[in-house]
């Protein structure tokens, strides 16, 4: 029996880390905090969740096979700027990590019918591009040559238990050129090949 309560408190973990929010502060979301017992319960209870709907599907449509797919909430559409939406977001005059970019992004252009951008989705546009790597098939991504030359500063801390690790802070170079091709990470995450307009405000070719 899923319990109300229970689901509406997993649906916010997940919503608000989809965000590259802390689940429960309102922090930025660190591997720490990603790792920790609470949200590895929440994620648990999350798949027991679609584990149930997906049995409950599959009974009603007499279907053996069950997809989930993550479009953000119901009537949400997919993630759009053009290039008069990303001149309008400020740069950070300090670096900054990732998730906080995405927030900024989202706190100048999102909009209640559209689904927020997340450092994820930011993340995987950065790797396609070569801009950043994972390191040493872990799950940091840390900056390549061509990621440092562009701006991105890749910092290595300790934790607790003595493992390394790396995150990434944005300067405002680095920043403003994700916020300049936000256009054509919109079409990335729809999977779709970016075609830019190289006409000028007056009609002609640039």
């Not at 091709?181 to 995450?189: A, C, G, N, V, Y």
Request: proline letters at 2%; one cysteine or more.
């Amino acid at each position: 029996m899923i319990d109300i309560i229970q689901l509406r408190k997993t649906y916010n973990v997940l919503d608000r880390m989809s965000l590259g929010k802390h689940p429960f502060a309102e922090e930025e979301l660190t591997w720490e905090v990603a790792n920790s017992r609470p949200v590895k319960q929440s994620l648990a209870d999350a798949a027991r969740i679609i584990a149930v709907y997906g049995n409950l599907l599959n009974v009603v449509t007499q279907s053996t096979n069950f997809k989930v797919y993550t479009l953000g909430r119901a009537g949400q559409q997919a993630f759009h700027v053009d290039m008069e939406d990303a001149k309008s977001i400020a740069v950070a005059s300090n670096s900054i990590l990732i998730t906080r970019l995405a927030k900024n992004i989202n706190d100048c252009v999102g909009r209640e019918s559209m689904r927020s951008i997340t450092a994820v989705d930011l993340g995987k546009w950065l790797v396609q591009e070569g801009f950043l790597e994972i390191k040493d098939k872990q799950k940091n991504k840390v900056a390549t040559a061509k990621g440092l030359e562009l701006g991105i500063i890749t910092k290595e801390r300790i934790r607790e238990n003595g493992e390394n690790y790396f995150f990434n802070r944005y300067t405002p170079k680095a920043q403003r050129y994700i916020i300049d091709h936000l256009p054509e990470i919109s079409e990335f995450l729809q999977g779709k090949v970016y075609a830019p307009d190289y006409a000028n405000e007056e009609g002609e070719e640039v």
